[in-house]
């Protein structure tokens, strides 16, 4: 079984430009996160769908950020414009439901950001 | 106050060694408990989830203390391969169903 996929795996751009990170998760999986480390810092969540509904996107940092998963199967997270403390790995992962309760998620192996 | 601390290392041990890690919470709401393991340049993996009771998987022992709000992680007979940073993690459900809340990670390096 294909596991969660990321690309690209690494971006280097401007500040002000815009770029678009893409995951696809396990197949079936109704759950995707998307979380991002920045450097000297922890993993930290962004947001999470439901098959294609945000269901929390309390960690979304600001409006430059824009996620959709459109369908429910792929999703994508746009910065736009990017800044220089947007640069860090952003890690997308899934997970299924077992009694109405998310279960282990597996993670993709990141995209590497860098803004310069 | 982080939500989730760990002493960042990092731990340098012989083959052989038994190495212990320890994480303490500041939720007292957290629900789930993990450890998951990153090598470096990759993705997080899940390594074991945590229980009140304590379990084990062949030569690694986790333990959770809701009182004190303190995880643990022992590791016993180290091997080169155990080399990577432990990453702890707990799940507040509610109205953020499930999203993980990692420590920075305590690294780990076994020599021979």
């Known amino acids: 079984e294909a596991g969660v996929t990321q690309f690209p795996s690494h971006s280097v751009i401007e500040k002000g430009q815009t770029v678009t990170l893409r995951c696809d998760p396990i197949s079936g999986h109704d759950n995707l996160y998307w979380y991002r480390r920045v450097m000297g810092k922890e993993i930290k969540f962004l947001l999470h769908f439901v098959k294609e509904s945000k269901q929390d996107e309390s960690g979304m940092p600001n409006n430059r950020f824009l996620a959709e998963r459109t369908g429910g199967t792929y999703s994508t997270l746009k910065v736009q414009p990017a800044e220089l403390e947007d640069s860090g790995v952003y890690f997308c992962?899934?997970?299924?439901?077992?009694?109405?309760?998310?279960?282990?998620?597996?993670f993709g192996p990141g995209t590497r950001l860098l803004v310069l | 106050r982080k939500e989730v601390e760990q002493d960042p290392g990092p731990f340098n041990v012989p083959e052989g060694a038994t190495v212990a890690f320890n994480c303490t919470y500041s939720?007292?709401?957290?629900?789930?408990f993990f450890w998951y393991r990153q090598d470096c340049r990759k993705e997080p993996k899940l390594l074991m989830s945590v229980y009140s009771s304590g379990n084990e998987d062949g030569r690694f022992t986790a333990q959770l203390n809701r009182a004190s709000q303190y995880i643990s992680l022992l590791i016993r007979d180290s091997k080169l391969s155990d080399s990577a940073t432990y990453l702890c993690v707990v799940i507040v459900y509610g109205g953020s169903q499930g999203n993980l809340i990692f420590g920075k990670g305590t690294k780990l390096s076994v020599k021979p």
């Open positions: 939720n007292s709401a957290s629900q789930s």
């Open positions: 992962a899934s997970s299924q439901y077992r009694d109405r309760k998310p279960m282990t998620q597996y």
